[in-house]
C-alpha cells in the first residue's frame, strides 16, 4: 500500500496529512528522535513537537521524554486505531449535545442508551438494506437479529456476519460469509454504506451497564467502522459458512458483492465477462461501459485472502490484452473507478 493510500486511510480518523506523515516516519523507524520526523516528514522542528503532542493525545505514540535526546515510539498500530475509534464514543457524546443546540435530524447521529432500542435500530437497519449489510454481533444475542439477517441474505442483499462469543449457533444461510470468534468484540453494524452502529460488548451482555451505542449517517464515519472490522476483527475470526453464486449473468450495485462472487467463481477456475460502468479513479470524467475479463481478485472476505492491505476489495481485469484494476466508489488505490457491474459466465 503506497504512503498516499495510508494518507488517506488514516485522515479518516481525523489526522492531518503532516500527522499522518510524522506518524508513518515513527512506524518505520521505531524509536525515532524529533529531529529525524522533522527531516523525513519535512516539517520544522517545532511544529514536529506540536504533531507528536497531538499524536499521543489520540494514542497512537508514546514520549520518553526522560531519554536525551527525546525518544517518540509508536504504540502497537492495532491498539492505536482500537483507540482511535473508542474515541468516537467520547465525539458521541459531544455531538449529541450540539445536535441539541444546532437542530441536526435525528438521522444524522444519535446515542443509543437502552440495549432494547440498540436491538430495534440494528433490526429495522438491517430490514431497510438494499445492498449491503455488515454486522458483528455477541453470539448469545444473534436470536435478536435472525430473522432480519436472514431476511436480507434472501433477498441477496450482500451480507457479512461475525459471531463473537460464539457458542456452536446454526449459521448456515445466515448471510453470504459467516465468521465466528470465542473472544469477545464490540457490536459493529454497517447498512449500504449509509448507516452505521458501533457499540461495545458489555453494553449487550450485562444487563447493568453503563455503556452506550453511536449511531451515524455520515458516510465517511460509517467507512471507519468498516474499516476497523476488516482489519481488527475480520481476520481472527473462523470460517463458519460460504454462501453459493447465484446464477449468473449478475448485476450489482454492491460492489463489494461483485468482488465476493467472482471470487468464487475464479476459485472453481470458472471464465468471467464483466460488463462495468466505469471512469478513472479520482476523477469526475463520465461513466463509460466496457466490456472486460475478470483475471484476478484482491480481497480479504473469504479465505484464501488475496489482498494487499486490509479494506482492499479491486477485480482485476483484461481488454484487448491490457490489465488493468478496477475498485468500487472512490477507489484511490485501482485505475478505474465502478458503480454498476454486470458478471457474467465467459465461454
Known amino acids: 500500500m503506497t504512503n498516499a493510500a495510508f494518507i488517506d486511510e488514516l485522515t479518516r480518523f481525523g489526522l492531518s496529512e503532516k500527522e499522518v506523515l510524522a506518524y508513518l516516519t515513527i512506524l518505520r523507524n521505531g524509536s525515532t528522535k524529533v529531529s529525524e520526523i522533522s527531516t523525513e516528514a519535512d516539517i520544522s522542528k517545532s511544529y514536529a513537537y506540536d504533531i507528536i503532542d497531538e499524536l499521543e493525545n489520540r494514542g497512537l505514540v508514546e514520549i520518553h521524554d526522560h531519554q536525551v535526546p527525546t525518544q517518540i515510539e509508536a504504540i502497537q498500530p492495532q491498539e492505536g486505531i482500537e483507540d482511535l475509534v473508542s474515541q468516537l464514543y467520547t465525539i458521541g457524546e459531544r455531538l449529541e449535545q450540539l445536535y441539541d443546540s444546532s437542530g ?102 450485562q444487563s447493568n451497564s453503563d455503556k452506550r451505542a453511536i449511531f451515524h449517517a455520515e458516510a465517511q464515519i460509517v467507512s471507519t467502522f468498516f474499516d476497523s472490522f476488516i482489519a481488527n476483527y475480520w481476520p481472527m475470526a473462523t470460517q463458519e459458512w460460504i454462501s453459493q453464486i447465484h446464477e449468473f449473468p449478475q448485476t450489482y450495485s454492491s460492489f463489494r458483492h461483485a468482488v465476493f462472487d467472482a471470487t468464487l467463481e475464479l476459485f472453481d477456475h470458472q471464465t468471467i465477462r464483466a460488463e462495468i460502468a466505469m471512469r478513472p479513479a479520482q476523477t469526475s470524467d463520465e461513466f463509460e461501459t466496457a466490456e472486460v475479463t475478470v483475471v484476478d481478485v484482491k480481497q480479504s472476505l473469504i479465505r484464501p485472502v488475496t489482498n494487499q492491505f486490509p479494506t482492499q476489495e479491486t477485480l482485476i481485469v483484461k481488454r484487448d490484452d491490457i490489465q488493468f484494476s478496477v475498485g468500487g466508489s472512490q477507489a484511490f488505490t485501482e485505475d478505474f473507478e465502478a458503480t454498476q457491474i454486470t458478471l457474467s459466465a465467459g465461454e
Open 104 to 205: 441536526r435530524t435525528e438521522q444524522e447521529f444519535k446515542v443509543l442508551k437502552a440495549r432494547k432500542t440498540l436491538l430495534n435500530q440494528i433490526n429495522e437497519l438491517i430490514s431497510s438494506a438494499e445492498e449491503e449489510v455488515v454486522l458483528s454481533i455477541p453470539g448469545p444475542l444473534f436470536d435478536h437479529v435472525n430473522t432480519s439477517i436472514k431476511g436480507a441474505y434472501r433477498d441477496n442483499v450482500f451480507s457479512v456476519l461475525m459471531l463473537s462469543d460464539y457458542d456452536g449457533q446454526t449459521v448456515d444461510e445466515c448471510a453470504h460469509v459467516v465468521r465466528s470468534w470465542d473472544a469477545a468484540a464490540p457490536l459493529i453494524l454497517t447498512v449500504d454504506r449509509s448507516y452505521g452502529i458501533v457499540a461495545p460488548a458489555e453494553m449487550l451482555v
